[in-house]
């Protein structure tokens, strides 16, 4: 049986905002047009869609999609019970009936039979169709679809459909901006500036290392993992093999070509 998770924050997410993204998400809410995120892994997008919610005050259902998505783990399903059956909405359909975000992370590992339930939802008719139940259900003007993806290297050849895609608006996120990127592993981490400040350049030169053909580069979420290790005591070099370098590559070379980076910062 799935669990359906939802979570209204009771304490505001912190978000530090790095652009124009807030108003954005906040009137294509207001006009009932879904929001498609893009951006590289540990960047911020979950935070953005958690906080988000919090400063709307809707509901929140996260769904991580993998290529196992039924639509059925969207929409619901019949279930046995010592009573007999009875129907159990999913995620989606909750979403649907409380006017909440349905948030579809990694949407493009979802199989393309399960994306296609979307279709109804992301245009002007914004209704839900529950084939079993054979209701029709209108999502109510608060009600907004969300989804994100990667787009890296692996997500080159899935993408995503353009009669899917073209149903968003979309926005790009990055790694934070310096200065903003220190503020957000000081208070991430519960570290001093001066030591963000330095995970923060170390995390830079890493990402400017590309000749290693990394599969990603050190996310915003790996240097809040190392500032906090580094702490509770342990010492910068362990917590940078431990929370950058092995993460990023299982090449032993690689992560040795890392922790040569690490040692100019942290020798
Ligand atoms: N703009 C931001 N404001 C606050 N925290 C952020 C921000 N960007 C990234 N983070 C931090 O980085 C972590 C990873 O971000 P997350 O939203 O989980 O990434 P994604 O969903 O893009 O993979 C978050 O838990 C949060 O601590
Ligand atoms: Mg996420």
Redesign the pocket.
């Known amino acids: 049986m799935d669990r359906i998770q939802s979570c209204e924050h009771p304490i505001e997410?912190?978000?530090?905002?790095?652009n124009n993204e807030e108003a954005l998400f906040e009137q294509a809410w207001r006009h009932g047009m879904p929001v498609l995120i893009k951006?590289?892994?540990?960047?911020?997008?979950?935070?953005?869609?958690?906080?988000m919610a919090h400063r709307l005050k809707l509901p929140l259902y996260t769904v991580a999609c993998h290529d196992d998505l039924s639509a059925a783990d969207l929409i619901g399903r019949h279930l046995i019970g010592a009573q007999g059956t009875w129907w159990q909405d999913g995620p989606l359909t909750r979403a649907v009936r409380e006017g909440g975000i349905c948030y579809l992370?990694e949407v493009v590992e979802a199989r393309q039979d399960t994306v296609v339930v979307l279709h109804p939802l992301a245009d002007d008719r914004r209704e839900l169709f529950l084939e079993r139940t054979g209701e029709v259900l209108k999502a109510p003007p608060s009600f907004m679809l969300v989804v994100?993806y990667?787009p890296g290297y692996q997500n080159l050849l899935k993408g995503m459909k353009p009669s899917t895609r073209q149903r968003f608006v979309a926005m790009r996120?990055g790694y934070?901006p310096v200065a903003?990127?220190e503020r957000?592993v000081a208070?991430?981490a519960q570290v001093d500036n001066a030591l963000a400040a330095q995970v923060v350049r170390l995390g830079q030169a890493l990402r400017r290392l590309d000749q290693h053909d990394l599969e990603e580069v050190a996310?915003?979420?790996l240097l809040?993992f190392t500032a906090r290790m580094i702490r509770s005591g342990m010492s910068p070099r362990e917590a940078c093999m431990a929370c950058l370098a092995e993460p990023l590559s299982d090449d032993p070379l690689t992560v040795a070509a890392l922790m040569d980076v690490v040692d100019v910062h942290f020798g």
Do not use: A, M, W
């Open positions: 997410p912190f978000y530090q905002p790095l951006g590289p892994t540990g960047c911020g997008k979950t935070r953005f869609v958690q906080h992370d994100s990667n996120f934070p903003d990127e957000i208070r991430e996310s915003t979420r809040i």
